[in-house]
């Protein structure tokens, strides 16, 4: 409110929820997946469940993508894969392996950034799905 000043926010298009008619159908279960992701990270049940009570209950026929994409994104892989490659470098470097060299990290995650539909990816496969469990498995 200070930096739009109260009658400006309120004029705001921020504060409008987009059309459902402006959604392509193929998408709205990769897009609640993606949402629920990302609000999974930074906010409380309360909001889940608000946001849950206010666009209603994703459609049956979405909801295998819905599930998919919300796993898939909320997986340590594709959060790092959406870091740009000189924080990647930051945050982690592999260790050294039997040939004394290190892991390219930024190249392991290439799977799951191509995956990303702002790359044009389809945002989640199946097989993706399946290889990101085998490796929560394996820590296990």
């Not at 930096?3 to 959604?23: C, E, K, N, R």
């Not at 909320?74 to 490659?85: K, N």
Request: charged letters at 20%.
């Amino acid at each position: 409110r200070e930096l739009l000043g109260s009658a400006a926010l309120l004029d705001s298009p921020l504060l409008t929820a987009p059309s459902l008619d402006t959604v392509p159908e193929k998408q709205v279960g990769l897009r609640r997946g993606l949402l629920h992701a990302v609000l999974r990270m930074r906010a409380g049940e309360e909001i889940l469940t608000d946001l849950e009570e206010t666009l209603g209950p994703v459609p049956a026929h979405h909801q295998q993508a819905y599930s998919m994409v919300s796993e898939i994104y909320g997986s340590t892989r594709m959060i790092l894969a959406c870091l740009p490659q000189d924080f990647v470098a930051q945050v982690a470097s592999g260790a050294p392996g039997s040939d004394g060299q290190r892991s390219d990290l930024w190249q392991l995650l290439r799977p799951q950034r191509e995956m990303r539909p702002l790359l044009g990816g389809p945002g989640y496969s199946e097989e993706q799905l399946t290889y990101l469990r085998a490796l929560n498995f394996d820590l296990e």
